[in-house]
């Protein structure tokens, strides 16, 4: 075979392993995006929107610090962003949100704007489950149907489901660093759970699924959403090749279960306006 002919013969192929790929590729429900304040000067809320679309992200769902940035996303793409309401006004009330009446009654205020789905993302404690300002919050979740979206680890997801069992919580990471079969045994004692896997790359180590992941998805698979968490600007600037990697993860998956983790959970429980 000649050379010319053979080096268009691995053109060919490689352009075809290209548009497979893409054919392949599941549209995404992004469970967990921020755009904060520090993000705001390098990325224009129209430049944030087409890095999602770049990366097939068509619908996120995003929280943000001040809540401002997540308006700014909301007001541009309202069928595309599901807007949660963070309670902090700065990254100064992380810490101390749970025990301050002025957080709660800016939640409450903003609150009534009625187009947010859900609280969070927040950080919480195993000891502060109590705490008075989460007692209002549940409030406000059960009266307006509305989740939580809490980054916590196991032992305080397990405090909160026992003590606010009218809230549904989409658990931020799966927890950062709870083991598959911790999360399986959770979603089976708990019907108001969900889990999204920001950030959690245990998922599929150098690429590929681990088997305990595997099986929980498919014993779950309308209980998981994926994420990629743009917790500081450089996390946007990578987004592309996060949602590739969790793309490759979900192409081990049966297709089935794939979708509904891509994609159709999160249009079930956050259908457009």
Do not use: C
Request: charged fraction near 25%; proline fraction near 6%; hydrophobic fraction near 45%.
């Amino acid at each position: 075979m000649p050379r010319v002919t053979r080096v268009l013969l691995v053109l060919t192929i490689l352009v075809s392993a290209v548009e497979w790929a893409h054919a392949q590729a599941l549209p995404i429900f992004d469970a967990h995006i921020h755009y904060s304040q520090s993000d705001w000067d390098a990325l224009t809320p129209e430049r944030a929107l087409s890095v999602l679309a770049r990366a097939n992200v068509f619908r996120a769902l995003v929280s943000s610090t001040p809540d401002d940035g997540t308006l700014k996303l909301y007001h541009r793409a309202p069928r595309g962003i599901v807007p949660f309401l963070r309670p902090y006004r700065t990254r100064g009330d992380m810490g101390t949100w749970q025990h301050d009446p002025a957080v709660a009654a800016y939640v409450e205020e903003r609150i009534k704007r009625g187009i947010y789905r859900g609280i969070g993302e927040f950080h919480l404690s195993a000891g502060d489950v109590e705490a008075i300002v989460v007692k209002r919050f549940a409030k406000l979740a059960e009266d307006r149907n509305i989740f939580w979206q809490a980054h916590v680890d196991e032992v305080t997801v397990e405090k909160l489901l026992t003590l606010y069992p009218r809230v549904r919580i989409l658990w931020a990471h799966a927890g950062m660093s709870s083991s598959a079969m911790t999360v399986g045994q959770l979603l089976g004692r708990f019907p108001n759970l969900w889990v999204e896997l920001a950030i959690r790359t245990d998922v599929a180590p150098n690429g590929t699924l681990d088997p305990d992941w595997r099986a929980v998805f498919v014993k779950y698979p309308d209980r998981f959403m994926v994420g990629t968490d743009t917790w500081v600007t450089s996390r946007w600037e990578t987004l592309r090749e996060t949602m590739q990697a969790i793309q490759d993860w979900l192409a081990q998956l049966p297709r089935d279960v794939a979708e509904q983790i891509a994609h159709k959970n999160g249009e079930r429980l956050f259908p457009p306006p």
